[in-house]
T-cell receptor, first 116, second 110 residues
Framework: EAGVVQSPRYKIIEKKQPVAFWCNPI?????LYWYLQNLGQGPELLIR????????DSQLPKDRFSAERLKGVDSTLKIQPAELGDSAVYLC??????????????FGPGTRLTVL | KQEVTQIPAALSVPEGENLVLNCSFT??????LQWFRQDPGKGLTSLLL?????REQTSGRLNASLDKSSGRSTLYIAASQPGDSATYLCAVGGAGKSTFGDGTTLTVKP
């Protein structure tokens, strides 16, 4: 069974440029999460989807960040425009159907973003 | 607001030692607790998931315990090996959200 797939693995951009990250969760996993991880810290939730609905986006900086999961499968996270402080690793995770709070999360390899 | 603390931030042990990693949390109203391993430049690999109704889970040389009343979980690693070197993170599952600690970086010396 394939795990969570993310692309690209690495991205270097100039500040003020746009950037997008893509995630394909494990097949059959209804719940999808986007996390941000700064160096030396644990991941912090940006947004959680149940199928195509964003059920928790309270930590997503909506002035520059956006996300979509149009068909309830893969998802895209976008930053426009990027700032120096956005340099971090962006992690995608998914969990299986059922009551999400009880379910094990599986993570992708992440996208390491560097903003110059 | 849930706060999760992992102490120590770093730990170095000789190969073969048994060791314990600690995770403490402030709000005992949790649904589950999950332990992860993260290798440098990689994503998180799930090690063990403990539901709030459980006291411990075991997988191979790993054993995780949960004491909700005291707000603590421990990850016990038996007979450590150099391949166990990584950062270990705990994640406390609340109402639709997991809160992570900052991890303990473990180095096992041959």
């Amino acid at each position: 069974e394939a795990g969570v797939v993310q692309s690209p693995r690495y991205k270097i951009i100039e500040k003020k440029q746009p950037v997008a990250f893509w995630c394909n969760p494990i097949s059959g996993h209804n719940t999808l999460y986007w996390y941000l991880q700064n160096l030396g810290q644990g991941p912090e939730l940006l947004i959680r989807y149940e199928n195509e609905e964003a059920v928790d986006d309270s930590q997503l900086p909506k002035d520059r960040f956006s996300a979509e999961r149009l068909k309830g499968v893969d998802s895209t996270l976008k930053i426009q425009p990027a700032e120096l402080g956005d340099s971090a690793v962006y992690l995608c995770a998914s969990s299986s159907p059922g009551l999400a709070v009880y379910n094990e999360q599986f993570f992708g390899p992440g996208t390491r973003l560097t903003v110059l | 607001k849930q706060e999760v603390t992992q102490i120590p931030a770093a730990l170095s042990v000789p190969e073969g030692e048994n060791l314990v990693l600690n995770c403490s949390f402030t709000d005992s109203a949790i649904y589950n607790l999950q332990w992860f391993r993260q290798d440098p430049g990689k994503g998180l690999t799930s090690l063990l998931l403990i539901q709030s109704s459980q006291r411990e889970q075991t997988s191979g040389r790993l054993n995780a315990s949960l004491d909700k009343s005291s707000g603590r979980s421990t990850l016990y690693i038996a007979a450590s090996q150099p391949g166990d070197s990584a950062t270990y993170l705990c994640a406390v599952g609340g109402a639709g959200k997991s809160t992570f600690g900052d991890g303990t970086t473990l180095t096992v010396k041959p």
